[in-house]
């Protein structure tokens, strides 16, 4: 796994941001008996949204420093522990603006860690919220430090971690090529017992829909009792919705029920659906399963609107699983079901061409019919998205895709060398290419789809990414 280096001045909320980052109150404390080089640093492995990372937390240093500082006593140990990280976060206090210290930091940093990423983070921002200028204010100060834009949030309360994951994914995705060649060896064999073991874990959903559409009468319709409690008072429900609940054996979390009970209540009637919102929640879901109205669908002159359709795409820039429902069919008299039914999935593949073979399914909320098939889908679709596939057989498939592409001349074909996947949850893969030519996006998405269709992958993103091999 990537390491993350957590860095700074005392007081900036390095442990918080810590604990947040391991979902853990108390911190464990790393002991290597063998190694007093790493004795003070906390360990612990990182979730955030699909990522995963060791992030390393270096307060435990500053108690023995004399100087109270990462500069003290401890600075050659804090060399040595940030020489074996990838990355490093570098804390600073946004209630505080710059200190003297946090140059030292910066000064110390670039010293010292030339070569490593380092991230600016802003915490204790939840109390710049009062306006605009103190948030911008305190950036562009912060900027002076010459790490680029720092990232405010709230290690406190949770603010501003989506933009933490949106920084840390594209590199790490990218330090994944680094060791690619490792997991390679390891995963000659298809790993069927922990895409298995994998797809066991809770699974993450999300329903998104514009108010009304009877989110809250499938949830109950498939808890098979009124748990969520469906109607237009405002208030009905509480803040601390949690709904988990088994299916088939399997724990499934429901993310974001509150949200949007809060917000279909409180909006009375109002059809928008909160981009901002759900966009902040779709990141903790695995799959998405977004509700359509079925009598609007089939009066409209298309599937889904355009809310609907960002939602859906945003789910699949985010790297969730999608399945799309069509609710309240029982309204449609025949000849308009069937039409409903002929039209909605062709219609989302035009509109998400990303994406093939997204499951619709249709239901009735309000009669029970189809919940077990929503659920089916949605487990079908998680089951897709822990896909492993083993590095043999993807070469196999490689051979026979390369050969079914018509390429312009056989000059211009790229020689793809290896084809492996580096990653699952979703799934991710990496072509290594040889010699001059590089795959081109046209190729890149012939690959995918190719990939797709022979996997069997419906409905979740996968991601091909190119290293060339000198
Ligand atoms: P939410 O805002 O998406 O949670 O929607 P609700 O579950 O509160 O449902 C909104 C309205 O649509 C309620 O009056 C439901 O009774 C009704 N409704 C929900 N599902 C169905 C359905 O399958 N058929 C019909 N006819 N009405 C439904």
Redesign the pocket.
């Known amino acids: 796994l990537p390491t993350v280096l957590l860095i700074g001045r005392p007081n900036v909320g390095k442990s918080a941001l810590f604990n947040r980052l391991i979902r853990r109150r108390e911190a464990l404390v790393y002991n290597t008996p063998n190694d007093h080089v790493t004795r003070d640093i906390r360990e612990g492995i990182a979730k955030l949204g699909d990522l995963r990372f060791k992030v390393l937390d270096s307060a435990g240093l500053e108690a023995e420093a004399s100087s109270g500082s990462v500069l003290g006593r401890t600075a050659e140990m804090t060399a040595n522990v940030l020489r074996m990280c990838n990355f490093a976060l570098f804390l600073i206090d946004a209630r505080d603006g710059l200190q003297p210290m946090d140059l030292d930091v910066g000064k110390w940093l670039r010293k010292h860690a030339p070569g490593i990423k380092i991230i600016m983070v802003m915490n204790k921002a939840e109390s710049l919220d009062d306006g605009f200028g103190s948030v911008i204010s305190a950036v562009s100060e912060a900027r002076t430090l010459g790490f680029g834009d720092p990232i405010p949030l709230s290690a406190e309360t949770g603010l501003g971690m989506n933009d933490l994951y949106e920084v840390l994914r594209p590199l790490l995705e990218e330090h994944m090529f680094q060791i690619v060649d490792e997991v390679a060896d390891e995963t000659n064999e298809d790993c069927e017992s922990c895409v298995e073991e994998e797809s066991k874990l809770p699974l993450q959903l999300a329903f998104v829909?514009?108010?009304?559409?009877?989110?809250?009468?499938?949830?109950?319709a498939i808890l098979q009792e009124d748990r969520v409690l469906?109607?237009?008072e405002a208030g009905l429900t509480r803040d601390s919705v949690r709904v988990e609940f088994e299916f088939e054996g399997r724990t499934i979390y429901m993310v974001d029920t509150a949200g949007?009970?809060k917000r279909?209540?409180s909006e009375k009637g109002a059809s928008s659906l909160s981009i901002v919102q759900s966009r902040k929640n779709l990141m903790r879901a695995h799959v998405v399963a977004l509700?359509l109205d079925?009598?609007e669908v089939s009066k409209a002159r298309k599937s889904m609107t355009h809310d609907e359709i960002v939602i859906a795409r945003r789910a699949i820039e985010e790297g969730r699983g999608l399945v799309v429902i069509v609710?309240?069919?029982?309204?449609l008299e025949e000849r308009l079901y069937d039409r409903v039914v002929q039209a909605v999935p062709k219609e989302i593949q035009m509109m998400i061409p990303q994406v093939t073979g997204i499951p619709v399914v249709f239901?009735?909320?309000?009669?029970g019919k189809g919940r077990i098939d929503v659920m089916q889908e949605v487990i079908e679709t998680y089951k897709k998205w822990c896909l492993r596939l083993s590095t043999a057989r993807l070469n196999r498939w490689l051979l026979k895709v390369m050969s079914r592409h018509s390429w312009k001349d056989s000059a211009a074909q790229p020689k793809v060398k290896y084809f492996t996947q580096v990653k699952a949850r979703p799934p991710t893969f990496v072509a290594f290419v040889s010699g001059k030519v590089r795959l081109s996006d046209t190729d890149l998405r012939f690959l995918t789809r190719s990939l797709k269709e022979d996997f069997d992958m419906g409905g979740i993103p996968v991601r091909i990414l190119q290293r060339a091999i000198v």
């Open positions: 829909g514009r108010p009304n559409v009877g989110k809250s009468t499938l949830l109950n469906v109607g237009p949007w009970l279909t209540k509700v079925g009598q609710n309240k069919m029982d309204l239901v009735s909320a309000l009669e």
